[in-house]
């Protein structure tokens, strides 16, 4: 659709309001003279009423000269001036004078006098008056009524009806109606307003869905940590009753109980610290500090608090690195992200397996790998993968797996710091986990800029 602007409209409106009563005007004179010439403009009523009482008065006055030629050609300069003419007749009906002997004019009226003394006829006069501007001013006032009623009516179409279904339809989005059509404009302006409140709507519609979505997300980890806390919890609570009631009677029963209320107690705090990661990673809170970070130190150390759990498990972990890491970031968070990540690799790798570690930089970047040699992720787990809850086994079984937050938390921690996370299968067998993050060079040229 082609559109207008304002101003140009405007102007359209202008001379359209200053040609429509013009045009009137033209045509109102063509009928009135048969000529669009305006050499001689119409006199106005005063002024034509005292050159015709002048132009009688003489007449009268002089009837016995009407046969005068000097005073025929002194009258003829009266007629012309006021644009009359004028036909003489002597008592008998016979013309004495004609001011236009061609009457090639055309003239508004004829006025006849009848001349007469002491009851005698003396004579006769015909007195051509010229046409007023009457009707040429009533054509211009109509021409101007005519052009506001019609600019109003288009004024209406192209401006006031456009801005008042913009504003019906702003009322019932409003109201929370999101499917509604905003009206077209052929007017630039107004159409400019109507595609920024279409990209409006499309926006709180997709802001709209993401908030749902996130709604869901929401009530699906609070039944998931009510069922993940219910579990220990109840084991918590059970042993300890036991202790109390003094069924563990012996001094290896009552350690035995005292270590699987630790084990539970391990269990929730483990819990509640993913869940407070999680918030925080989830929300934005709190701004990462920016320090010079050894990547492979922090895998080392991530290795070192997982070695506990592999060497339970007879798996072998080994970080190897053939240069230095550099990145600029929170070691205390990278620490977490890759500690879940092998806590994960561990978790999933069967008994005297193997979880291998590599870091090293390229093109700005500084990647890492983990490898291991379990079964790998399965088709349907690797586009779910870091969705927060999410396992692999639905049982939600602790013996097989963790809170279902690590794989989400360290995502997002990667992320935070500007880099990516990915996962997949190793061509020769097991999960790959492969990361990436900005060089500490390319991070200070980013803040540069």
Known sequence: MRTLRIRKLMLLFLLFILLLPWLLFVTAHYIESGTFRFSVAP?????????????????????ERWSASDWQAQLKGLLDHANMNVSLFSASGQEIYRSDVNQTKRYASVERYTL???????????LYLPKTNQLQVWSIFTGFLLALFVIGMEMRRYLIKPLEKLSASVRLLAGGEWNVPMPA??????????????????????????????????????????????????????????????????????AKYIAVCKEKASQLHRLVEDLFTFAKMDYGEGAIVKEIVNLRTVLQQSADSV?????????TLAVRSAEACIVRGDAHLLERAISNLLDNAVRYT???????????????????????????????ELGRLFEPLFRGEMSRNRATGGSGLGMTISERIIRRHGGELAAGNDPSGGALLSGRLPSVQHAEKATER
Not at 116 to 126: A, H, N
Not at 354 to 375: H, L, M, Y
């Open 350 to 380: 069967p008994d005297h397996g193997k979880v291998s570690v590599e870091c090293g930089s390229a093109n700005d970047q500084v990647w890492f790998t983990i490898r291991d040699t379990g079964p790998g992720f399965a088709p349907e």
């Open 185 to 254: 404009s052929r007017i630039k302006e107004i159409a400019d307003v109507r595609d920024a409140f279409d990209e409006m709507v499309q926006g709180l519609k997709k802001s709209n869905l993401q908030q749902t979505k996130l709604e869901e997300e929401r009530r699906f980890v609070i039944a998931a940590v009510a069922h993940d806390l219910r579990t220990p919890l109840f084991a918590l609570r059970g042993y300890l009753d036991g202790l109390q009631l003094g069924i563990a009677q012996s001094p290896e029963k009552t």
């Open 307 to 315: 070695e506990p759990f592999a060497r339970q498990k007879n798996v």
């Open 116 to 126: 007469m003394e002491d009851g005698r006829l003396k004579g006769r006069v015909e």
């Open 43 to 63: 006199l106005p009523n005063e002024e034509q009423q005292r050159q015709q009482n002048e132009i009688v008065e003489q007449i009268e006055r002089n009837t």
